[in-house]
DNA sequence: CTGAAAGCGCTAACAG
DNA sequence: CTGTTAGCGCTTTCAG
């Protein structure tokens, strides 16, 4: 007993037919008379086969399987969409193969160069700065790539992200609308494109409405870090708002401010995030944020990829999508805001 | 330019050797001279090939895939999980394949078919009850599986989890020594191991030392059941303390507890809950919990599997961790509770 | 040590 | 519609 792969070959012989006329059983686009679908069908359930998709892969081209490289799952922004990039992917007959990448440069490279080896079907990248050699690699290896959750000069990448300078400036127009004057901006790491989209928006919009940033300290996109950057820009001179570059770090700093510097958020220090995870909805931080909108951030993303596997001679796409300023209790709300 | 993946055949008519000689090469346990390794990885790097590991698993039996099967990433201890398990599993030349399959029961059981036509070198199952037939099939298909975070009756089924029981009784322990007489439990799903354990456990503690369970409600590790669980078992007679089968709803009940129900935690209702979580250790909640110890139970999964991969006929291991109780201030500390 | 040859399990022409 | 015949790219005997 045990241990026994069952094959087409086996299955041809129990059902009498020919070890072609199985595959065509299990094959989607195929055809066979209904007698032998029924035959095969039989003494595929007696014998519990199913097909090798490793062997199907081999001969047909797609392996089905779509790479997934993600940094790290702290932010809880990742696994969401990670659970949901998967199970949209699922609906659709593929299937994630998870690299976990360090955000060293190397590290990266190495991990694509994995990937590439089970030829992947497709590459979401999310939250991960890839070398521009790298992309040619798996161009000339004709397996598409998506970036996720960041965006890269190379115009021929395809990157879906949301629409970070708009809501960097709505962050900034809710704070100034709020009477702030002495508003800091807590950065995230600055190679990544979201941070810098993000604050480039938010100085835009303090500009136009004549602002001048009050402070500005870098957390990384680390809890620690973030809270390090606290303690540095309320040590003199703090500031009365801060817009902070994520919420992962923005939940810190909310900690920070209130457990050990005992400011009242938002009596004294208005705090605005973005992205709208799940704890910024809980009562006791009650953030207010710009969402990403990770359902539709997902949809596209899974629409760009697929597409471009259907389909190879599809362009580059690159989606932004605009996400809403989700108005909480963490930050004075300016009289009369209209939603 | 474009589409094109280099073969064995490529490299080795480049190098002037046989399409063998490059196998060998490129294969770990394999014997070439100095002359000919050097020759086929010039050609190699020159070409930039790499072997498909998809035709290698073909022939060798050995995919180096993982297959993951997960449930739900809300709840913080999965993510963290997930991440920590992949990084084991690379380091040690594997890869891991996600599927993401929903609580019902049916759906487990296709999922599981997908894995298995990966080929996937063996499987994790985290958080998910399994039928036995499942079991059984995995079994004759000579895929070995181990459970991570739920243990099954089958003494035949590889798992790992903490030691819930002792936990539970840990959390009781605490509880009844810091005073209290009227403690409820909010239990998770009951499906699951985890939640019978941790309850049965919490209760043969209360038991020991002459204390009734006072009040009981069942919130299935969903944070709104959890909330609802609340507010039933707070609308008369209502406890002094609470255990809550994981760390995720506790975070829940303790936002109901103070923001909805106006009560002071651990003033008026002493909170604990279970595996420690990040959330967990943040000044707001500072939630004293029974620690799921992530790193030892992951290793131990990853050492469990690979064991099983690697010599066929090694016997089921079942591996329960003790996890400490870690005192923080969600529940009154009893005087002089030494560490 | 090395090349030739035989498949791994399956799909995709190709004749019938 | 169906069986036969080639391979997909690679590892692994098997002779040299």
Redesign the interface.
Known sequence: ?????VTSAEVARLAGVSQSAVSRVFTPGASASAKTIEKVRKAAKEL?Y??????R??VSGK?G?IGLVVA???N?F???A??KL??AL?ERGY??????ASQQAGNIDKVV??I????VDGIIAASVALSSDLSD?C????VPMVLFNRAQDDVDMSAVTSDNISGGRKAAEFLVAGGHRKIGYIAGWEGASTQRDREAGFLAGLRDKGVELHAREVGNFVTEQAQEATRRMFASDPPDAVFVANDHMA?AVM?TL???LGLNVPGDVSVVGYDDV??SS????DLTTVRQPANRMVADTVDILLSKIEN?DVGPRRVEIDGPLIVRGSARIPEGWKT
Chains 1, 2 share one sequence.
């Open positions: 007993m045990g241990a026994h792969k519990g199913r097909p090798n998709v490793l062997a892969a081999m392996s399987i790290y799952l702290n809880q990742y696994p969401e990670l659970e998967s199970n699922q299937h994630v193969l998870v690299f976990m160069d994995e590439l080896d089970f030829q690699r161009r000339a290896a004709g939940i900690d209130r457990f050990e799940a704890v809980w009562p006791t931080y190879s």
